[in-house]
């Protein structure tokens, strides 16, 4: 328990520091906004359904600092892209210590592609701005209901959301710092089997983590 309890906290702090980095380039967005949103954020998700969490933090963020709604829900999504796509990292090298059963490696595999997928997608929107509202402009056409300004302003709050990725060194920070989070859960999940005597290894407490 006494490694447990700070483990969980450095980590909460860890992905607070990790949110204020999503935002870059913007700086000074106040680090203990940020920690206080996500700690509420993540309390309404163990208590809500659908991950609802994540929309309260993205709209509380946003009144409390100003920024867009909608560029802190796309930060949001970047997030949990990221999440995802180290958990399947993680799970890549467990699979070398632990029997895993053979449906997990196919449900891995898929989901990884998908969200391997979604992560070019999100990196080409990111660098190809220009390009991909000119795409969004010719689609718009079908639709002429949604071609309105308001509906653009949010479009374009949106990709600002995903400015980090335009940006090699903060997005190779935005990578080590989510594989810094998953390894400090990682001590905390498994310190919780040693206080529980389940004498596992520490590849099994990756692979249920």
Do not use: C
């Not at 949103?37 to 309260?56: F, K, S, T």
């Not at 997990?104 to 391997?116: D, H």
């Not at 990196?123 to 002429?144: F, I, N, S, T």
């Amino acid at each position: 328990v006494a490694v447990t309890v700070p483990m969980s906290v450095l980590g909460l702090f860890a992905r607070a520091l990790r949110w204020q980095l999503l935002f870059y380039p913007t700086k000074g967005l106040p680090l203990s906004k940020v920690f206080a949103v996500l700690n509420i954020g993540y309390l309404l998700m163990n208590v809500l359904p659908a991950r609802l969490g994540d929309v309260a933090r993205a709209i509380l963020l946003g009144e409390l600092t100003g920024v867009s709604k909608a560029r802190t829900l796309s930060t949001i999504v970047v997030e949990r892209v990221t999440d995802v796509l180290v958990v399947l990292l993680f799970l890549a090298s467990v699979v070398f210590f632990v029997p895993v059963p053979e449906w997990v490696v196919q449900s891995a595999m898929l989901v990884g592609v998908g969200f391997v997928g979604l992560a070019i997608v999100l990196v080409v929107l990111a660098r190809q701005r220009e390009r991909g509202l000119a795409l969004l402009h010719r689609l718009a056409r079908l639709a002429p209901f949604l071609d309105r300004e308001s509906v653009w302003r949010l479009v374009h709050s949106l990709l600002d959301g995903l400015d980090i990725l335009r940006y090699w060194r903060p997005a190779g920070q935005l990578l080590l710092g989510s594989i810094l989070i998953w390894f400090l859960g990682l001590i905390q999940f498994h310190s919780v089997t040693l206080a529980f005597d389940l004498k596992v290894p520490v590849a099994a407490t990756a692979f249920i983590m």
